[in-house]
Each structure stands twice: as C-alpha cells, then as structure tokens.
C-alpha cells in the first residue's frame, strides 16, 4: 500500500506539472505549495501525540510503581477513582481507517491511465476532484497517533545516609556509626508497535558503592557471616550480592474494539481485588518531612502542594492500595457488556512455611527494593476477579476468590519439621481459600459506597509418620489428614460523602470473626504481616485491621481558606477474648531506627530487629509469649523489637503479675481500641505580605487499648487501660522560591503500660545465652522477673529542604536529631544523628 502510494504521488505530480507548463503556473504554484507544507504539519502531530502519550503504556503495566500515575488531584476529585491502581483505564482503541473512497469521483489510478488525449485543463480537474481521497489513502501509510515504536523513561538516584549514635544502647552497638553510599538506575521500556499493542519491560540495577568483594554466603542464606566477610545489605534480605532481578518483568497489552488486555510476569507485579481478598489500606499521614524512596517524577512546588499546602487524601500514589506479587498476571479491563477480568498465579513469598523463612520481598511497599532474587517457594498463590462496570451508569459489582496453597513435599525439609517435633507434635500445613462479593461506585453524585464481604475457609493438613517412610524425617508427603475449616463471614464497608457543603465525611465500618484469615487483604497489613497471631495492636481499627475486630472509623475534612483540616476518630474491640499479646508501632523515629541497622533480621518479622547483628538480643525487652524451644517460625510473639517495611514494632504481653509468666499464662481478655487524631495546617504567608506559601502543619493522636470500653483514652492510669500512647508532629514548610523549599520537624511520642515485666538474666547467676533465647522459663524462680511499667519518650528535630537544581533533576536533604528515653530500663535509651541526602534524575 504505502509502494502503491509512493507511485501514485509521483505520477499525480508529474501531471500537475505538465498541467502548470501549459495553464498559468502563477496562479497554481500556491495551491500546489500549500499542499506540500501541510504534509510534514500533518506527519509531526501524530508524532508529538505519541510523544505525549509515552507513560500510557507504562501506566498500564500492572500499576508498576515507576509507571506515571493520574495526577493525584485528579485522583482525589472523587472517591470512586479509588478503584484506579487496580485496573489500568483502558486506552481507547483507535478507529480503524476507512480506506474505501466514498466520491463518486473515479479512482486515482484511472486518473493516471486516462487516455493521453485528454486536455491538460481536465486532467487538472479531475486531479483537484480527488485530493481528499488523495490524503485519506496517504494518511493511510502514516504512523497512528497511539504509535511510538519505542519510548524509555526511568531515573537515575544516589543516595547518602549517615547515621551516627553518640549515645548507644546495647542493641545499637553494631550500628553506632555508619555511611552508605548507594545507586540505583531503573527504566522503563515501551514498544508500540501499533495502535492496538503495547510491549514494555522494567529494568531496576541497584549498586552499592562500599568496594567489590566475593560473598560465599551467596549460596548459603542461612550461614552467619565471619568478622573478616562483608555482606551487601541495602539491596538484599539474605546474604546475597547485588542482583538485576529486583523488578524485572514485562508485558503486553492488547487492544481492539470491545476488548483490552494486558499480560505482565516478573519479580514484582502490582494489582488489587478488593479489600478483603487483595488490598493493602494506608492510614498513616503522608509527612513532606519524609522524601519516599519510590516518590514519581513531579517538581518540588507540586510535591509540596500534595503533602503539605493542599494534601491528597486518596487515590494515586498518596495512599497505595495494591499489593505485590512475583509471577504472572492478566487483567482484561475491557471486554463486552462492561465486564472486567484479572487472574494471577504467584508464589508466597511473603508467608512462606519452608526453609526459606519467608519475606524475601520487603512486604508490599511501592519501592524499587521490592524484590531480591528469584522466587523458588514451596507453595503457590491463585487468584481471579469477575466484574461487571457500569450498572446504573457508574457501580460494579465484582466477585473475588485468593487462595494459598503449600506444596505438600515441605514435609521433607527438616527446618519445617523440626520445629513441630521440638515441640512434640505433628507437623501441620494451612491452606487458605477466600472468596468475595464486592459492590463500589457513587450512589449519587455526592456519595460513594464500597462494601466487601468475604467468605473465609481453611483446609488443614495434619501430617502423621508413615509405615515405611523413605525420608529420615519418617514423614512422606502423602501421609497427611485434611480437614476443612467452619467458614468465617467477614463484613467490610466504606462510605463517604459530600453533602455537607465544606464538610466531607468518610465512615468505615469492619466485622471480622476472630477465625477469619485472608492474607493478602488490609486484614494482614503487608509492611508488618501478622499471619495467624493472636495479638492487637495499638490503633487497631483506625491504623490496622486484624481478624477478631469490629467497629467503626469516621473521618470529618472540614474546607477552608488557606488550609486543612482532618479529625479522626475510631472504636473497635474485639469480638471475643484473645490474648493480651500486645503490640505498637514507633511513628516518630521507628523509621530511622531501622534503617540505621545493617541486621539481616530487620526484614523479618519473625525474629528480633538487631539479633543478625550481635550473638544475643542486645535490647532489653519487656516479657512476651515464652514458648519452649524455638517455638514454630510463622507464630513467634517473644517480645522486643521486629522490623516491619520502613517500620519498628516492639511486643509485649500485659502479664498481670510475675506468676502468670512462671506458668505460662497468658492473660486474655476482649479488648477495645480508641483513637482520636486531629492533622491540619495553616498558610500565614500573607501575614508576611508575601505570596510565597509558609505553611504551619501540625498532627497529633491520642489512643489507647483497654480491657473495657474506654471511648477517648486519656492517660495510662484509666481503669483498665493495657497501653496508651501520645503522638505528635510539627512541620513549617517554606517556598522560598518556586524550585527551592524548607521543611523542618518537631515531634514527640510517648508510649505507657502498667503491666510491663523484665526477665532479669543476671539475677541468680542465670547467664544470658548466646544463641536462642531461654528455653525453659519454668525452671526457672519468679524472683527473676522485675516489673518493669512501659514508660518510653521518644523526641525528635530537624531541618531540611528539597531543590530542583535543574529540569527533571533535584536534591533531597533531610537532617533529624533524635532520642529515646525509658524510664524504668535506661539501657535502652540512645539518642542519634540522620542524615540522608539523595539526588535524583528523571529521563
């Protein structure tokens, strides 16, 4: 076609020039010229749409992190877009051409061989009768305004933290001082290789700037480095070197007519379902202060807009609500009668029962240190979505199933079984199948509905030793008992609404059975999973769903000149005992605390923050769970420190007295959960006669868990109150100028408990041993443990600023000083220097 066309344009020239030597060339050569111009105006649009149109493709791919998002304004506009990180918003496909001529007007191709004997005078006419079909069929052979045969994008970032700790306790004494240098390149490659296709791939290079070395612990995860072997931390979470393979993947989108969709498999896949099956739920406030590893290109004026001058509550970046996955995913979000569709088939890193320990992947978080290594995990994770869009012009409907499945030879690995035997049982797998029904949509133009209810089922297998085993564990894989759990009903609605002029509300309301189990739902928060503990956390229902919860959250945003403001308040309490296994999250400083330690351990829940540091747990913890032994991996609740994603979480049991720990007691009780926050922030800019934004923006929180209702919690010292906790944040932020602002922080948090205990090692000469914790506490006398009330003090102050030095190109600077205090064991108070400066490159 495009030869034919070549041919055709050549001939039609030649006439018309015959035709201009013989009529009046004065007369036709504009028209002629004017027609030649138009062609390269009409050949650059399609080109500088496509241009345009880069980030689509990458938008698409299964939600990738660095993919460009929606702008977060736009996202916020209503609630309903909420539902924009799960499915890509289709790309129209484009129209296909017509190439028919529709004039009666002959074919140009009977122009061409028309009799010679024609005059020049009807050439031309007939020649002019028949441009318009002349540019359809050249614009035929032109690229389409969604073709871009290749297009990359992507960053370049260095990073600089220093941390230093003049005053350090014992579980800081690996990490008293330290500076890491590190890099990180990632692209995004995109191939269209027209208007119906769409090909693309990520790339993640991470590198550490410490020097070369050889690491023999690469083959060996569980090996413990000698002093004289140095280990790559910042980019692994076993002992492994660096790697390519953190956020490879690819993918194709496929789109025509009625039906579009996309394919995309690799380390690190994005998606949602609903939220009770697959959706991660952020709570926390999004401080400036904060500069995020994984934050999308934008200039410092907008960033600043959408933390601190006018917040962005939902949608987009702003608050995540897809979870991670390595393996394979498809999503048809286009196909007839409105319907949308999604499958996946990953594997379960982040809960794996084998050997592996499980979290390889940091645990659900849009960074680029997502995923490290390959995916090798005995068990597999299946999930699919049904859903019909548009019913009443904007509402769907969408039915949901997650299910985890263990891979029955786990048996064979002596770190599964053995944990079960130390503790003389059989060993046991749980499998996990939840299906869902989910409705979301606006009911009217200003109220929006989402509710989920989900339908919760285990099928356990309970392994016994065989006759004739082959395997020295005198298990076989076949050599199991099922049984099928009694399904749990979990209840989940949100809505919000606008008919409060300047007064937008949000309610929440949950209902889970304490049975109820659903791994990848905001039941089980992915930055600091909780599997199947019994256990409550501080700010449970407004910060964290568990299973065993019921209540309700309200959120009030009142509008108003040059400001915001947010108010808070939630009530949930259990739905029948469970154990007063308590546990809560440092917000002020927590994040510093654990990046500022090298221990592998800081990944991983399941064991203490700094015990891959030092040959003990170095911090003085008050008394959890002292299950005998090693205690089975998946349900450790010792207490102490453990590393969520960016997070430090410390738990502790609220013993009532020292007998209770002598026993093995633990005390249980149907607890409540309060919360009430109030976050805002002020312009006072035009008290100064300026136009530049100075904002005062301030958070604080009050809460608290009981063992009755106590609807504000006020003060430890309330009638029944197991921990309560002050939270509060200062933050001025300046626009000095366009691309150069000021942030700094004051903050303060507090945390208190009457029913702390210490196992006082050194008392009667027990030594502290070098490995695993005590194994017996039975054996040993009460007088060992101390009370010890929960009275810690956290502080912090800092100064920083962000600046876009040039085009697609800033520096991040931030400088934090800050303390820690307990009362009742002063060895665990430190105080310290952060440091952090990163620049980064956008392309």
């Not at 952020?282 to 601190?308: G, I, Q």
């Amino acid at each position: 076609m495009r030869k034919l066309s070549i041919l055709f344009t050549t001939l039609l020239c030649t006439s018309l020039a015959f035709a201009q030597d013989e009529e009046s060339p004065e007369a036709s050569a504009p028209e002629t010229e004017a027609v030649e111009e138009s062609a390269p105006a009409e050949e650059a649009a399609p080109v500088e749409e496509a241009a345009a149109e880069e980030s689509a493709p990458v938008e698409e791919a299964a939600a990738e992190p660095a993919a460009e998002e929606p702008a977060p304004e736009e996202a916020a506009a209503e609630p309903a877009t909420e539902e924009a990180a799960a499915e890509p918003a289709p790309e129209e496909a484009a129209p296909k051409k017509d190439f028919a001529s529709t004039s009666t007007t002959p074919a140009p191709a009977a122009v061409v061989d028309a009799p010679a004997v024609l005059p020049a005078e009807k050439q031309l006419e007939i020649a002019e009768g028949n441009m318009d079909n002349i540019a359809e069929n050249l614009e035929s052979t032109m690229m389409g305004k969604d073709d871009a045969p290749l297009a990359v994008s992507g960053f370049m970032a260095f990073r600089l933290k220093n941390f230093s700790y003049p005053d350090a306790s014992e579980y800081l004494s690996s990490d008293k001082a330290r500076l890491a240098v590190d890099a990180i390149f990632k692209a995004n490659i995109v191939a269209m290789p027209n208007s119906y296709m769409t090909l693309w791939t990520n790339f993640t290079f991470p590198f550490d700037l410490s020097g070369l070395f050889s690491n023999n612990l690469g083959s060996q995860p569980t090996g413990v480095p000698t002093s004289n072997e140095r280990v790559l931390f910042d980019h692994s979470t076993d002992y492994y070197s660096s790697t390519v393979d953190e956020e490879m993947n690819f993918g194709i989108d496929i789109r025509a007519g009625v039906f579009g969709a996309y394919v995309t498999a690799g380390g690190v896949i994005w998606a949602n379902s609903s939220p009770l099956t697959m959706w991660e739920r952020e709570t926390m406030p999004r401080f400036a202060w904060v500069y995020e590893t994984f934050e999308d290109e934008k200039t410092v004026s907008t960033y600043y807009k959408e933390k601190v001058f006018k917040p962005v509550k939902e949608g987009g970046r702003a608050f995540w609500t897809n979870r991670s996955f390595g393996g394979v995913f498809v999503s048809a979000y286009q196909l007839p009668f409105d319907m949308t569709a999604q499958a996946l088939v990953s594997q379960p890193a982040d809960m794996d029962i084998g050997t592996r320990d499980g979290l390889r992947m940091y645990g659900g978080q849009p960074g680029e240190l997502e995923m490290s290594g390959d995916y090798d995990l005995r068990g597999a994770v299946y999930h699919g979505r049904l859903a019909k869009n548009k019913i009443a012009d904007n509402l769907t409907i969408g039915l949901n199933y997650m299910g985890v499945v263990f891979d029955e030879a786990v048996i064979y690995e002596p770190e599964f079984y053995s944990q079960y035997n130390a503790l003389s049982v059989d060993p046991y797998i749980m499998n996990t199948h939840v299906a869902s029904i989910d409705f979301k949509g606006n009911i009217t133009p200003k109220f929006y509905l989402m509710a989920d209810v989900a339908l919760s089922m285990t099928d356990s297998l309970k392994y016994y030793k065989a006759t004739g085993a082959k395997d020295i564990s005198g298990y076989e894989k076949s050599s199991y008992e099922t049984e099928w759990s009694t399904p749990q009903v979990g209840v989940y609605v949100k809505a919000q609404s606008k008919y409060l002029e300047g007064w937008p509300m949000t309610l929440e309301a949950i209902f889970l059975p304490k049975d109820f189990y659903s791994p990848f739902s905001m039941s089980n928060p992915s930055r600091f999973l909780a599997w199947r503990k019994d256990e409550f956390a501080l700010n449970s229902g407004s910060m964290r769903y568990a299973p065993n919860m019921a209540g309700i959250n309200l959120k009030i945003e009142p509008e108003f000149n040059r400001g915001h403001l947010d108010i808070q308040y939630g009530l949930h309490s259990q739905i029948e005992d469970g154990d007063d296994v308590l546990l809560f999250n440092y917000r002020l400083n927590g994040r510093n605390l654990w990046e500022s330690t090298n221990s592998w351990t800081k990944h991983k829940p399941l064991f203490w923050a700094d015990s891959g540091n030092a040959n003990y747990n170095g911090y003085v913890e008050r008394a959890g769970v002292l299950t005998p032994g090693v205690g089975v991996k998946m349900t450790r609740q010792q207490g102490g420190l453990r590393g969520g994603t960016w997070e430090m979480w410390e738990t502790f049991v609220a013993y009532e007295n020292a007998q209770q720990i002598q026993d093995s007691v633990v005390p249980s009780h149907t607890k409540w959960s309060s919360y009430l926050s109030l976050a805002g922030g002020y312009d006072i800019g035009h008290w100064f006669g300026t136009d530049r934004n100075i904002v005062m923006s301030g958070y604080a929180s009050i809460s608290g868990v009981s063992k009755t209702i106590a609807p504000i919690a006020y003060s430890e010292s309330q009638s029944d109150m197991l921990l309560w906790s002050f939270y509060g944040q200062f933050e001025p932020a300046i626009a000095v100028t366009p691309t150069f602002h000021v942030v700094g922080i004051l903050g303060l948090e507090s945390f208190r408990s009457e029913y702390g205990y210490i196992i006082d090692y050194m008392a009667n000469n027990i030594a502290k041993p070098t490995s695993t914790k005590p194994t017996h506490y039975n054996d040993v006398s009460t007088s060992v443990f101390r009370k010890a009330p929960i009275n810690y003090l956290e502080t912090a102050v800092g100064l920083g600023f962000d600046w876009n030095f040039a085009e697609r190109a800033g520096v991040h600077v931030r400088y934090k000083w800050a303390t820690h205090s307990d009362e009742t064991e002063p060895d665990n108070d430190w105080s310290g220097h952060y440091i952090y400066a990163e620049t980064k490159v956008w392309f």
